[in-house]
T-cell receptor
């Protein structure tokens, strides 16, 4: 049974710091892995998607890596800003369709 | 394109009442997924539907919960005889295909709605 764990559960940093959020999964037979952002009371915004054959994806100040063999992914946020404050969710797709298994999230607070 | 529309955004019910949550997928999307997010937890898969078919309901509680996606109209998640433990945010997501070949930029596979927040008193 696929399980997804995210560390740390919460993080508070001053503006400008570079951050690393961690995600681990128990079954390496995944189709893809996604990182989402969730703002309080809002829906989910997809940030990056890494296919199982890829090692990393980049979008602006965000970079996500995937190591399938070790069951790990990291989300790197460069030069953090207060607007980055949100909960970041990691999710893996293991099946033949878009059935995602989510981690519990990392709650990020970036203070000025 | 208005995206995935969920309503109501907020719903309050007393124990024993029924809750109906609606989800209109993005235009052209024929696959709908429902997820539940309990307070301070991640999203948990509930059910995957195509038009007029339930494909995977492995995450649905065996009793009181049902889902449908009719040929016409929105997908509906129905919770009968609600209890306090049903209080949660219910998210709907839609996709156009079962499996999508994506460009390297990492575009969305699923598009999520803003959620319906159910409070049971």
């Amino acid at each position: 049974k696929q399980e997804v764990t995210q560390i740390p559960a919460a993080l508070s940093v001053p503006e400008g710091e570079n951050l690393v959020l961690n995600c681990s999964f128990t079954d390496s037979a995944i189709y893809n892995l996604q990182w989402f952002r969730q703002d309080p009371g809002k829906g989910l915004t997809s940030l990056l998607l890494i296919q199982s054959s890829q090692r990393e994806q980049t979008s602006g100040r965000l970079n996500a890596s995937l190591d399938k063999s070790s069951g790990r992914s990291t989300l790197y946020i460069a030069a953090s800003q207060p607007g980055d404050s949100a909960t970041y969710l990691c999710a893996v797709a293991s099946g033949g369709y878009n059935k995602l298994i989510f981690g519990a999230g990392t709650r990020l607070a970036v203070h000025p | 394109n208005a995206g995935v529309m969920q309503n109501p955004r907020h719903l309050v019910r007393r124990r024993g009442q029924e809750a109906r949550l609606r989800c209109s997928p993005m235009k052209g999307h024929s696959h709908v997924y429902w997820y539940r997010q309990l307070p301070e937890e991640g999203l948990k898969f509930m059910v995957y539907l195509q038009k007029e078919n339930i494909i995977d309901e492995s995450g649905m509680p065996k009793e009181r919960f049902s889902a449908e996606f009719p040929k016409e109209g929105p997908s509906i998640l129905r919770i009968q005889q609600v209890v306090r433990g049903d209080s949660a945010a219910y998210f709907c997501a839609s996709s156009p295909l079962i499996r999508t070949v994506l460009p390297p930029s990492g575009a969305n596979v699923l598009t999520f709605g803003a959620g319906s927040r159910l409070t049971v008193l």
